[in-house]
C-alpha cells in the first residue's frame, strides 16, 4: 500500500471511522480490502491479531455529524468572516465526543446511533446538557422533535437513562436568567442522581459584537457571577460529603468576573475540564518559577500580550520579573476588534488584534499566550502565524509558555533562549545539541 491509497471495507463491512476501523481488527482476523485511486486497481489481504500499520487523514471517514440545533448562545453563529474554516463546524459528533472530548448534545443521534455507543462502550462522553427540564432545553437550543432522526434523543433525562453504561462528563453554558439561579439547581440535583455522571462544568454564555440576527443576551456581571458561585460552592460541599468529589466546577471566568479569589489546585481533582476553561489559570499559575537573576547582560524590553479577563492576574503573577535590573516589562491587555469588546478572554484574540495593538519594533521581544495558536501550531485564528506576525512586527514574537514558570524562563532567556513548550526545550539548547551532533 502507498499513502493516498483507500480502505473500502473491513470484513466486508463499511468502516465509516476509525472507531470501526479498531473494532473490526479486535476480532482477531481481518480482511480488508483497499484501493488506489489513481488505478481503480483494488487489493485484499488479511491480518491476524494484528495492526497492519495503516494511518488515515482523519479519524472519521463519513464526514462531521453537524448539530442540528439553533442555540441562541451558538458560538458558531456568532463567527465574523476570515477564519480558519474548522471554525466554522457546527460539530455535534459522538465519535469526536469519545476521541476527543468535544461537547456534544446528543439529539441527532439516530437508535443504531445509541446502540453503537452501548455495544462498543464509547465512554467517557462529553455532554451538554443546559438543562435538565426538557421542555426549557428545547425552548433554549431550538430544536424540532419532526426534524430529528429520533425524537426521543432529545429528551437528555431519556437519553441518560439509555446510557446509564456510559460515564458522562457534562456542560452547562448559563444564560443570565434562562438557566441560572433555581433552574440551575434544578439541573445539578438531576445530575447528582444519576451515577454515570462524573463531572459537570459551569461556564458562561460567550458573546461577540457579531450577534445582529440573533436575540440579545447580556454577559455576567459581578453580582450574576457571584450568585453561580455561590450555587457551585453549596454544591460542591453536598458533593463532598455524598459523592467524595465536588462534582460541578465553574469556568474561571466566573471567578474573575465576581473578582473572587480562585480555588487552590487541589480543589479542582486533577483539572478534568482543564479544556473547557475550568481551572485553565490556577494551572497556570501554579509552575515553580525559575530563581531570578539581580540584572540582565543587556537591557530588554519584552511585551505580554493577553486578553482583558486575563491582564489583572498576569500583572499581578509577573510582578517580581520588574525587580530584574535591565529588564523592562510592559503585560498588554489587548481589545478585541475581531470579535468585539464583549470578547476579553486571550484565546479568542486574532492575529490582526495583535497587529492593531502592537507597533512595529516597539519591543526587543513579544510573547503571546498559547491559547491563542491552534493546538501543536504557530497559527493564529486568521491561519496569520507568529512568523507572520514577525515579519509585520520588525521583531520576535514567541509563545510565552503553557505555566508561569515557562513564562518566566520565556523573557529571562530573552530571543536568543526562548522556551518552546510544544517540545519542552530552549532554542539554546536546541543549538547546543545541534553542535554536539
Not at 62 to 90: E, T, W
Not at 130 to 158: F, V
Not at 280 to 301: G, I, K, Q
Not at 305 to 334: H, I, K, M, Q, Y
Request: charged content about 30%.
Amino acid at each position: 500500500m502507498r499513502a493516498g491509497w483507500e480502505l473500502l471495507t473491513v470484513n466486508d463491512q463499511p468502516i465509516p471511522d476509525v472507531l470501526a476501523y479498531r473494532r473490526e481488527l479486535s476480532r482477531g482476523l481481518a480482511r480488508l480490502r483497499v484501493r488506489d485511486p489513481e488505478s481503480g486497481a483494488e487489493a485484499v489481504f488479511d491480518v491476524e491479531w494484528e495492526e497492519p500499520g495503516l494511518e488515515f487523514d482523519e479519524v472519521i471517514f463519513d464526514g462531521i455529524r453537524l448539530c442540528a440545533n439553533h442555540c441562541d448562545f451558538c458560538y458558531v453563529h456568532q463567527m465574523p468572516k476570515g477564519m480558519r474554516k474548522s471554525l466554522y463546524i457546527m460539530d455535534d459528533d459522538f465519535r469526536t465526543s469519545f476521541l476527543y472530548g468535544s461537547f456534544v448534545t446528543l439529539t441527532n443521534l439516530t437508535e443504531d446511533d445509541v446502540r453503537r455507543i452501548l455495544d462498543e462502550d464509547l465512554s467517557p462522553l462529553y455532554v451538554s446538557v443546559h438543562t435538565a427540564d426538557d421542555s426549557k432545553r428545547a425552548e433554549l437550543m431550538k430544536w424540532w422533535p419532526t426534524k430529528t432522526p429520533n425524537p426521543e434523543a432529545t429528551s437528555i433525562r431519556r437519553m441518560f437513562e439509555r446510557l446509564e453504561s456510559i460515564d458522562l462528563y457534562t456542560q452547562l453554558v448559563l444564560v443570565p436568567g434562562r438557566n441560572d439561579g433555581d433552574e440551575l439547581d434544578a439541573t445539578l440535583e438531576y445530575l447528582a442522581s444519576r451515577p454515570n455522571v462524573l463531572s459537570v462544568a459551569a461556564v458562561p454564555v460567550g458573546l461577540t459584537a457579531h450577534r445582529g440576527h440573533l436575540p440579545r443576551i447580556e454577559p455576567y456581571d459581578r453580582e450574576g457571577a457571584a450568585d453561580v458561585l455561590d450555587r457551585v460552592e453549596r454544591w460542591q460541599r453536598r458533593m463532598l460529603a455524598e459523592r467524595g468529589t465536588r462534582f460541578v466546577f465553574a469556568s474561571d471566568e466566573f471567578y474573575l468576573v465576581a473578582g473572587r479569589e480562585l480555588p487552590a489546585a487541589e480543589e479542582y481533582e486533577g483539572f478534568p475540564m482543564l479544556e473547557n476553561g475550568v481551572g485553565m489559570v490556577r494551572d497556570f499559575l501554579t509552575a515553580e518559577t525559575p530563581a531570578l537573576p539581580a540584572r540582565l547582560p543587556s537591557r530588554r524590553r519584552v511585551l505580554l500580550l493577553t486578553g482583558r479577563l486575563f491582564a489583572p492576574v498576569l500583572e499581578e503573577a509577573v510582578a517580581p520579573l520588574r525587580g530584574v535590573e535591565g529588564l523592562e516589562l510592559e503585560v498588554r491587555a489587548l481589545t478585541n476588534r475581531t470579535f468585539g469588546e464583549v470578547t476579553t478572554v486571550a484565546g479568542l484574540l486574532a492575529g490582526r488584534d495583535v497587529l492593531m495593538g502592537v507597533a512595529p519594533a516597539e519591543a526587543d521581544l513579544v510573547l503571546v499566550s498559547p491559547n491563542m495558536l491552534k493546538y501543536g501550531t504557530r497559527t493564529l485564528l486568521d491561519d496569520r502565524t507568529l512568523d507572520d506576525l514577525e515579519r509585520e512586527l520588525s521583531m520576535p514574537v514567541a509563545v510565552g509558555g503553557t505555566n508561569l514558570g515557562e513564562l518566566y524562563r520565556s523573557v529571562l532567556d530573552g530571543p536568543e533562549g526562548m522556551y518552546l513548550p510544544a517540545f519542552g526545550f530552549s532554542t539554546h539548547a536546541v543549538k547546543e545539541a545541534a553542535k554536539q551532533h
